[in-house]
Nanobody, 125 residues
Framework: QLVESGGGLVQAGGSLRLSCAASQRTFSSYALAWFRHPPGKEREFVAAITRSGERVYYADSVKARFTIARDNAKNTGYLEMTNLKPEDTANYYC???WGSGSDWNPMGRDEYDYWGQGTQVTVSS
């Protein structure tokens, strides 16, 4: 089970930190990703991090503004979001999957087996 928290309403230019708490003790065995579902659009990739955190991946739209991290000792993942823009408004989901290696596509929704329920982020202009 994955539970997101930390969403809310923030003004443009502000910051939020999302958390993803996992109940699985095997959290460290999974790659972790964040996706978002903007209103009226398809769910889209935001960021991903490998099992031990040695590699991270970002969508172009959030590079240099968002940072993905994880603390395997706490079974928790994070998404630090800065310089937020109105177009970042979306329901944000964390997801975990077994993927790794050269065949793994960190940006692919199908790569992730377990999903949280989401947390809403609203950025006002």
């Amino acid at each position: 089970q994955l539970v997101e928290s930390g969403g809310g309403l923030v003004q443009a230019g502000g910051s939020l930190r999302l958390s993803c708490a996992a109940s699985q003790r095997t959290f460290s065995s999974y790659a972790l990703a964040w996706f978002r579902h903007p209103p009226g659009k398809e769910r889209e990739f935001v960021a991903a991090i490998t099992r031990s955190g040695e590699r991270v991946y970002y969508a172009d739209s959030v590079k240099a503004r968002f940072t993905i991290a994880r603390d395997n000792a706490k079974n928790t993942g994070y998404l630090e979001m800065t310089n937020l823009k109105p177009e970042d408004t979306a329901n944000y989901y964390c997801a975990v999957g077994w993927g790794s290696g050269s065949d793994w596509n960190p940006m692919g929704r199908d790569e992730y087996d377990y999903w949280g329920q989401g947390t809403q982020v609203t950025v006002s202009s």
